[in-house]
């Protein structure tokens, strides 16, 4: 029987690709490793080639996330394919286990796993993280959630839906978002858990959300009411702030509380900037759509 493919993408994750790497040695199901690496300069490459994974080089320039999947899956075999992030460390033995066997059902597109922070992430990003994917119960209430940095996805899917190469981020959710339209279930194995956070620098945290807000314009369908500045900004960015300060005092990390107010400014007027241009860019296609009809 062929040994199922993992498939980690990987960026100057120096040394968190170490950890990475050598948990997924221990894993108790046998897998075949590879290893999209887009122009590392720190060593990572040399790190999963030393590891015996089979290297795919993604040029300086060169990544597009849709693409690189789309190519995973042409690269891979087997009914499964599963991915993780280089800088997403599973935790125990029975991750990739847990992962696969959440498809006992024909019905099922993907499965994702739980993910914990770092121990030095910064709180406000921990809470988002533990928010997003810690025991799921806020999972229910969202229109789509999903991570591709610790999931794996059906390749009988894929045939029907590949990955959209148009988008720059979000990619993840666009796809299990259109694979939930025809009808296919998406999975949170929570008990499949890896350790992944980020520091975002203002600078990063803006743009993240700016990338993101614009793939949602292009994902989604939008009422008037609900791509308004107020609904789709302003009362998000109340709510996040009066739970950040919340949060910040239960778990007495007053230093956070302060921060949050400017923290998630930046990050609504980045993921309303990107999202006003992403609905320019949709009307846009519908008129040019129209006059060629």
């Not at 590879?34 to 290297?55: C, Y």
Request: charged share 25%; hydrophobic share 40%; net charge positive.
């Amino acid at each position: 029987m062929a040994l199922p493919f993992v498939v980690m993408r990987a960026r100057n994750d120096m040394p968190l690709i170490r950890d990475t790497l050598a948990a997924l040695s221990a894993q108790h199901v046998r897998h075949r490793l590879l290893v999209f690496d887009n122009a590392s300069t720190d060593g990572s490459r040399d790190a999963a080639a030393a590891h015996g994974a089979t290297i795919i080089d993604v040029p300086e320039g060169a990544y597009v996330p849709g693409r690189v999947l789309n190519e995973a899956m042409h690269r891979s075999e087997g009914d499964i394919v599963t991915f993780v992030n280089a800088d997403c460390t599973p935790i125990g033995r029975n991750w990739l286990g847990a992962l696969l066997s959440g498809f006992d059902a024909a019905g099922v597109a993907a499965v994702f796993g739980r993910q914990d922070p770092r121990p030095l992430c910064h709180p406000l990003w921990a809470r988002d993280t533990l928010e997003a994917y810690g025991d799921g119960a806020r999972q229910q209430r969202w229109r789509c959630c999903f991570s591709m940095a610790a999931s794996a996805i059906r390749r009988d899917v894929w045939r029907w839906l590949p990955f959209d190469e148009a988008l720059c981020y979000s990619e993840d959710i666009d796809w299990t978002w259109r694979a939930r339209q025809r009808g296919f279930s998406i999975r949170y194995a929570a008990e499949a858990r890896a350790t992944h956070s980020h520091n975002y620098t203002p600078g990063q945290l803006y743009r993240r959300q700016h990338g993101e807000g614009k793939a949602e314009a292009h994902i989604f369908t939008w009422s008037r009411w609900r791509r308004s500045l107020i609904r789709y900004a302003v009362l998000p960015y109340a709510r996040q702030v009066v739970a950040d300060l919340a949060w910040c005092i239960r778990e007495r990390r007053l230093d956070a509380a302060a921060a949050a107010p400017l923290l998630r400014l930046i990050a609504t007027t980045g993921r309303w900037r990107g999202f006003i241009e992403g609905l320019r860019e949709e009307s846009s296609r519908e008129i040019r759509t129209t006059r060629n009809a």
